[in-house]
Every structure is written in C-alpha cells, then in structure tokens.
T-cell receptor, first 109, second 116 residues
Framework: GQSLEQPSEVTAVEGAIVQINCTYQTSGFYGLSWYQQHDGGAPTFLSYNALDGLEETGRFSSFLSRSDSYGYLLLQELQMKDSASYFCAVRHGGFKTIFGAGTRLFVKA | EAGVAQSPRYKIIEKRQSVAFWCNPISGHATLYWYQQILGQGPKLLIQFQNNGVVDDSQLPKDRFSAERLKGVDSTLKIQPAKLEDSAVYLC??????????????FGQGTRLTVV
C-alpha cells in the first residue's frame, strides 16, 4: 500500500530555520508535493519535486531523494504567519495524489 | 482567475439524513478531486475524476457515498445516509491535467459537515 510519514508537530522561534521531513512508501512514484494549510483554510501548493535535489522558492526550499524515498521542506527566516500545518503529498501510479497526516508548525516569538 | 468554488460552506444534519456538496473547478482543469479531511488529519482522497471519468474511487465508501462529474466540469458528492463519523471538511480540488508534470492542485474552501 501507499504510506507517508511526517512528524506531527514542530516548534521553532521566529527568524530560525526549520526542516520538516517526509518519508514515503509507494509504487509508481512520480513526485512529492508540499502544501500549507492555515487553520480553517484550504491547502495551498508550495512546491513539487519530481527529480532528486533541492528546489528553492523564496524562503521555502524542498528536497527529494528518490533512492531514499525521502524528502523535506525547509523554511528559512521563520515568520509568525508561517504557523500552519504542512502536508507532504505523493503523486503515484495512475496520477493519484495521497497526503500525509500533516506537521503542525508553531512559530514562537 | 476564479478559484475552485464549493457550496455550501457549512452543513449540519442529523445522522441517517442525506446531504450533497457541489464543486465548480477552475475553468479548463481536467482533473477534479474530492478529499475528506477529519480534524487534525491530512486530506484523504475519496474520488478523482479525469474529465468525467473516474480515475480512483478506492477509498470512497460506496455503500453511502456517491459522486458524479457531469460533462467533465461541475461535480457533486452525496452522502446517504450520513453517519456521525462522516463529520469532516470535504475539500474539492482541481488541477490542469493528470500527467506526471507539475501537479499543483487548487483547493476550494471546503464544506464543513457536522453530523449530529
């Protein structure tokens, strides 16, 4: 079956760097996405990695290692508004996308 | 560009009643998804359409849930009869295509269902 694992909670201080890891087990892997969801809001797309390596978009970077079935989201210069849930999502065989349980990020002043 | 529209935003029903949710995806998006998100959990895929064909409905409880996408555009998700454990936010999302390229999915604001 398909499964994704990510930590349930992470706490960091404003201005710091935080890394949220995601390991997955799936067949027919196409790529790994990251989504941000604020309380009461809809998930919004952050990044997508289909190939190994690091993708950078402003303060957010995402990394993928296909051989290790592992990826991470790196958030730099943390701001209070970054407090949210972050989901990794795997796109696998048949163009299907499944989500992890989410990591709740708390940013403290 | 208009986003994914969903209605209603909130719904409270008694168990064993029926309910329907509506979704209008972004114009031109071939792929449409319905997700169920229980509080504190990640979205769980219920059904995925490619145009008006079903790609995946393996996690849809077909004894009570049904979904259709007429003419490959709007979609409705129905629950009949509802159970207490169906209380969740039902999210509709759409994306341009089902290929293995960039796969950004755009989500609607969801319908928060409470079954009492």
């Amino acid at each position: 079956g398909q499964s994704l694992e990510q930590p349930s909670e992470v706490t960091a201080v404003e201005g710091a760097i935080v890394q949220i890891n995601c390991t997955y087990q799936t067949s027919g892997f196409y790529g790994l996405s990251w989504y941000q969801q604020h309380d009461g809001g809809a998930p919004t797309f952050l990044s997508y990695n289909a190939l190994d390596g690091l993708e950078e978009t402003g303060r957010f970077s995402s990394f993928l290692s296909r051989s290790d079935s592992y990826g991470y989201l790196l958030l730099q210069e943390l701001q209070m508004k970054d407090s949210a849930s972050y989901f990794c999502a795997v796109r696998h065989g048949g163009f299907k996308t499944i989500f992890g349980a989410g990591t709740r990020l708390f940013v403290k002043a | 560009e208009a986003g994914v529209a969903q209605s209603p935003r909130y719904k409270i029903i008694e168990k064993r009643q029926s309910v329907a949710f509506w979704c209008n995806p972004i114009s031109g998006h071939a792929t449409l998804y319905w997700y169920q998100q229980i509080l504190g959990q990640g979205p769980k895929l219920l059904i995925q359409f490619q145009n008006n064909g079903v790609v995946d409905d393996s996690q849809l409880p077909k004894d009570r849930f049904s979904a259709e996408r007429l003419k490959g555009v709007d979609s409705t998700l129905k629950i009949q009869p509802a159970k207490l454990e169906d209380s969740a936010v039902y999210l509709c999302a759409s994306s341009l295509a089902g290929g293995d390229g960039t796969t950004e999915a755009f989500f609607g604001q969801g319908t928060r269902l409470t079954v009492v």
